[in-house]
């Protein structure tokens, strides 16, 4: 194959994954012109077509998808070994793509990112905020962060935080005239802030357990979010009962701003896990990385 091919594999790759021309050429640093000619180019060349366009969406054809399945992680593998070379340069230097939730995100990786990419002005870490259970190999994706018991069976995991809990809270407006629930039964009687899951689309349930007894509620209330930010303003506002991490909303339990409930039930859980797969040879860039983010216990 030439380098011509090669360049275009790597760009029907960033197409295929992005499942956008838009979104591919930034990340290429090429215009989307040149990248839509490069495709038609290549799909010519095969004889077959790889990619579904519409005017709102790019999708793999069954013959894209095949090729993006069997040859993407190899050439993942490629690049990952050229940028091994930079083992042979004097600074550690490199891309690193890791996909996290938006609570992993803000309160684990940009603290340790603050304080590492100073020193290492030659890597470069793109954080994809995404709190669906994405395939990371299929995606491209260097390593994900999970909860513990989330990590996908065959993965290398690394703990970078300490186990957690979650916590059901709600404003004092909101408790004005209202009885807080005793146990988890009484939520049903209440107006909850719902969870939208983004993996299937359904509504999360909010899951308990005290002693060896668990139980898992389905809630109801006037407002469904997908995003953790946005349970916590509602919440804030009186507008119901939210199901956060303690420590997002133990500011505001502090301040009296949020007052919690049925604290009893909210077992803690293993916590926060960097996972990535054990057939990747990864680079030094990624090896510091990793001793940065390593959890150390309590006061690391």
């Known amino acids: 194959m030439s380098r011509g091919n090669l360049d275009d594999l790597f760009a029907f790759l960033a197409v295929a ?5 838009t979104r591919a050429a930034a990340k290429l ?12 180019g290549m799909e010519a060349r095969l004889g077959v077509r ?6 709102r969406s790019v999708s793999p054809t069954e013959a894209g998808e095949r090729l993006l399945l069997n040859l993407g992680p190899h050439i993942d593998e490629i690049l990952t070994e050229l940028e091994a070379l930079a083992e042979l340069r004097e600074k550690p230097a490199g891309t690193i793509r890791i996909n996290a939730g938006d609570h992993p995100a803000q309160t684990i990786l940009w603290p340790a990112l603050n304080e590492f990419l100073p020193a290492y002005p030659e890597i470069r870490v793109e954080i994809a905020v995404d709190n669906a259970l994405t395939d990371i190999v299929a995606q491209g994706y ?3 962060v999970r909860l513990g018991e989330q990590v996908a069976p065959g993965m290398i995991a690394m703990r970078i935080g300490p186990d957690t809990r979650m916590a059901v809270v709600g404003a004092p407006s909101y408790f004005a005239g209202r009885s807080p629930p005793k146990k988890p039964q009484d939520l049903t009687g209440h107006n909850c802030i719902n969870l939208r899951l983004p993996t299937h689309g359904g509504l999360y349930v909010w899951e308990f357990e005290r002693g060896s007894r668990e139980l898992n509620v389905r809630v109801e209330g006037q407002l469904i979010f997908n995003d953790s930010t946005l349970r916590l303003n509602a ?3 009186g507008f119901g009962l939210a199901y956060l991490p303690e420590d997002v909303v133990q500011p505001y339990l502090v301040q009296g701003r ?17 996972y990535y797969p054990n057939r990747r040879q ?4 990624f090896a510091l990385l990793l001793d940065v983010l390593r959890y150390r216990g309590p006061g690391r």
């Open 29 to 40: 640093g090429v215009s989307q012109s040149a990248l839509s000619h490069t495709i038609r």
């Open 235 to 237: 919440a804030l506002a």
């Open 17 to 21: 994954r992005e499942r956008s021309f």
């Open 50 to 55: 790889l990619l579904t366009r519409t005017t």
């Open 282 to 285: 990864h680079s030094r860039a």
């Open 142 to 144: 260097d390593a994900g």
């Open 258 to 274: 949020l007052k919690r409930v049925l604290e009893d039930w909210c077992a803690p859980f293993p916590g926060y896990h960097l």
